[in-house]
């Protein structure tokens, strides 16, 4: 589909089902090749690829509602704003088993988060963005967002938070990968870092932040606070 089109590719208000499908070549002036753009919309994918899309937010896929990804690639997608994985107004994410690289946007080349989401045994790596270049991470919904049993590595950022940028908000590590030469950057809020978080790079911290480390945790000697 190489029309620029003002909404989405696949508008999803009731329940979206979908396996084995591949999603690429959209472009959109709004939002990307699947909006979930209801609080009560379902989207269920499976194995599915969605790459090289293009749209301001959430370039592959965009969440108001409630979407689980499970076995899924997303590569290639470029939003002029937020996130090839967009999360927002409260909206429930679930991530499982995916890939998400190669991605670009301004906040949050892979993912940016704005609601609860859980990414479990998933690799996010060699995103570009301004700022988060893996995550960007900001709401002011108080539910706790959980990182778990994952990968994040190799990306890259313009300004500031390479592989994740927390700009506000609560976040919960556990069992994470953060490679040696990675960078994540916080800003305020809460970030919990459990059990057997392996966190090698660089940790930039500001007085607004709380940062709380359970003792079953492994954290590089290349970790620093910036007060």
């Known amino acids: 589909n190489n029309a620029i089109q003002s909404g989405s590719l696949i508008s ?15 472009l959109s002036s709004d939002y990307g090749a699947i909006h979930c753009d ?17 749209a301001s937010n959430g370039s592959a896929v965009a969440n108001k509602g409630t979407s689980t990804l499970i076995n899924c690639e997303f590569f290639g997608n470029l939003s002029e704003k937020n996130g090839a ?4 107004g409260g909206g429930i994410l679930k991530i499982t088993d995916c890939n ?14 704005d609601g609860y989401t859980e990414i479990k045994n998933s690799q996010v790596y060699g ?18 967002r959980v990182i778990a049993t994952s990968l994040v590595m190799s990306n890259n950022s313009a300004i ?10 609560e976040m919960n590590f556990i069992s994470l990968t953060l490679s040696s030469g990675s960078e994540m950057v916080l800003k305020s809020g809460k970030i919990t870092v459990e ?4 966190i090698l790079g660089k940790i930039v911290l ?9 003792e079953e945790r492994r954290v590089g000697k290349e970790c620093r606070s910036r007060w």
């Not at 999803?12 to 959209?26: C, F, P, R």
């Open 12 to 26: 999803v208000k009731g329940t979206l089902n979908a396996e084995y499908v591949t999603l690429e070549d959209n």
């Open 38 to 54: 209801d609080a009560s919309g379902r989207v269920n994918l499976k194995a599915c690829t969605i790459k090289n899309n293009r």
């Open 85 to 88: 994985l967009y999360n927002y």
């Open 100 to 113: 998400v690289y190669n991605n670009t946007a301004i906040y949050g080349g892979g993912l940016y988060i």
């Open 127 to 144: 995103n570009t963005a301004i700022y988060g270049g893996g995550i960007y991470y900001s709401t002011d919904i108080t539910v706790r």
């Open 160 to 169: 500031s938070g390479k592989d994740i940028f927390m700009q506000k908000g």
């Open 195 to 198: 059990n057997t978080c392996s």
């Open 206 to 214: 500001t007085s607004g932040v709380n940062f709380v480390r359970s």
